[in-house]
C-alpha cells in the first residue's frame, strides 16, 4: 500500500512541474531535417547549432514547457519536430540509371554502383551503395540486360534499385560443324536431317544473335527510303563483313562492296518502291529486276542478281534497327531450312559448279523499301561476265 502511494506522489511532482518523459525501446539513428539548436533539460537554448542532415542517436523524448523534444546527450535535448521520423528507406526513393552500357568484345568492368543511381548526390550524406552480387548483368547477345544495387542508408535502413543496361557488341555469323559446304549443297532443293540439324544449333548460338553494336548507332536516323550516301555504304559493309564470315568458314573468298554495284541495288529498290512491290507479293519483281539491270549494263535474264528478306516489324528508325533488319534476314537465309537455296546463293555453294564459279568473288551492296507496312531488304550480287 504505501508502494502504491509513493508512485502517485511521485508521479504527482512531476506533474507539478511541468516534466514528463517518455521512454522509448532503445536509442536510434535518425537526421535533422532542418538547422537545430540544443536546449538543456529547462527549455534553455544552448549555444551549439547542428545542421541539416546530421545524423543523431536519439534516446527517449521528453516534454518540456509543453513542447516535445529527443534527448541526444546527457542534458541535451533536440525538437522532436526537427527530426526525420520515418527511416532513411521511407524517405527516400533511389533511381536506377538506364541504357547503362555494356561490352561484349571486352566484358567491360561494371561502373560503381554509386554511379548508376542518378540521384545519388540527393540521398544521405554516408549512403553506400554497392552491386548486389547474385544479381549482376548479363552479358549475352540480346541488347538488353538488368543488374541491381544495393542501398544501405546512414540510419542503418536498407533499399535496391533495378540497373538497365543496353549491351553492345559486334556481330558475328559462326557456322555449326555440321554446316558444311556440302552439306547444304545436298540440302539446297531439298533439307536434309543433318542440316535441320545444323541450322537448328546455328539459330541457337549466341554468337549468331544480333546485338548493338554502338550508341552512335543507337542514336543515328534512318529513313529507309531516304538513305544517304554515307549510310547505304556503311550498312552494305555491314551487311558484306556478315556474309562474308559465313563465306570464309565454307572456304568461300570475299565478295566485295562496289559503288556500281550500289547503283544497281539503289534502282532495284526504285523499281520496287514505285511499282508498289516487295517481299508481300511472295516473289521477285523480275520486270523491275530487268529493267534495272539493263540500266546499269547488266544483261540477266530472270533473277540471277537478288536475294530478298523482308518482314512486318516496325519501320527502322535508327542505324541500330536497321541492322537488325538485315542480319535477321542474313540468319534467315542461313538457318532456316525453307530457305537454303538462298543461303546457296549468298555462300556461293550450289550443285551448278559453274554458277558457283561466276559468283565467287561478286561486286554486292543492299537497298530498301517499305511497302505497305511491309520492309524488304535488297541483298544485290553481280555474277561476273553480266555486265
Do not use: C
Amino acid at each position: 500500500m504505501k508502494k502504491k502511494a509513493i508512485v502517485v506522489a511521485a508521479a504527482s511532482l512531476l506533474l507539478t512541474a511541468g516534466l514528463t518523459t517518455t521512454p522509448v525501446s532503445a536509442a536510434h539513428l535518425t537526421h535533422l531535417t532542418r538547422t537545430s539548436y540544443i536546449y538543456n533539460s529547462k527549455g534553455k537554448r544552448l549555444r551549439t547549432k547542428l545542421h541539416k542532415g546530421k545524423y543523431l542517436k536519439v534516446y527517449r523524448t521528453k516534454n518540456i514547457k509543453g513542447k516535445k523534444y529527443y534527448r541526444i546527450g546527457k542534458n541535451k535535448y533536440i525538437r522532436f519536430s526537427n527530426f526525420a521520423h520515418l527511416k532513411d528507406n521511407e524517405s527516400y526513393t533511389p533511381v536506377g540509371a538506364e541504357n547503362v552500357p555494356l561490352y561484349l568484345n571486352n566484358h567491360s568492368d561494371l561502373p560503381t554502383a554509386k554511379s548508376v543511381v542518378t540521384n545519388a548526390k540527393k540521398l544521405p550524406k554516408g549512403t553506400k551503395f554497392a552491386w548486389n552480387l547474385a544479381q549482376l548483368p548479363e552479358f549475352k547477345h540480346n541488347g538488353n540486360t538488368t543488374g541491381e544495387v544495393k542501398i544501405t542508408y546512414p540510419d542503418g535502413s536498407k533499399d535496391t534499385v533495378q540497373i538497365d543496361f543496353r549491351v553492345y557488341g559486334t556481330d558475328h555469323i559462326k557456322l555449326p560443324t555440321d554446316y558444311t559446304l556440302t552439306n547444304l549443297q545436298a540440302a539446297e532443293d531439298t533439307p536434309t536431317t543433318v542440316m535441320i540439324e545444323a541450322a537448328k544449333k546455328g539459330a541457337a548460338m549466341d554468337e549468331n544473335q544480333f546485338v548493338p553494336e554502338s550508341q552512335a548507332d543507337d542514336q543515328e536516323k534512318v529513313d529507309i527510303n531516304n538513305l544517304t550516301p554515307k549510310q547505304k555504304a556503311r550498312i552494305s559493309q555491314f551487311a558484306l563483313r556478315i556474309i562474308n564470315e559465313a563465306r570464309f568458314q565454307i572456304g568461300r573468298p570475299d565478295w566485295q562492296y562496289t559503288a556500281a554495284a550500289q547503283k544497281l541495288a539503289d534502282d532495284v529498290a526504285h523499281e520496287y518502291q514505285t511499282h508498289h512491290r516487295g517481299i508481300q507479293d511472295e516473289d521477285h519483281y523480275v520486270v523491275g529486276l530487268e529493267k534495272a539491270a539493263k540500266e546499269n549494263g547488266i544483261t540477266i535474264s530472270g533473277n540471277e542478281i537478288e536475294d530478298m528478306y523482308g518482314d512486318t516489324a516496325a519501320k527502322p528508325k535508327t542505324m541500330t534497327e536497321l541492322k537488325n533488319l538485315v542480319y535477321n534476314g542474313i540468319t534467315a537465309f542461313l538457318f532456316n531450312p525453307q530457305e537454303f537455296h538462298h543461303a546457296a546463293d549468298i555462300l556461293s555453294a550450289h550443285r551448278d559448279k559453274n554458277w558457283n564459279k561466276i559468283t565467287m568473288t561478286s561486286p554486292f551492296a543492299i537497298s530498301f523499301t517499305y511497302v505497305g507496312d511491309w520492309n524488304s531488304v535488297h541483298y544485290i550480287s553481280i555474277p561476273s561476265g553480266k555486265n
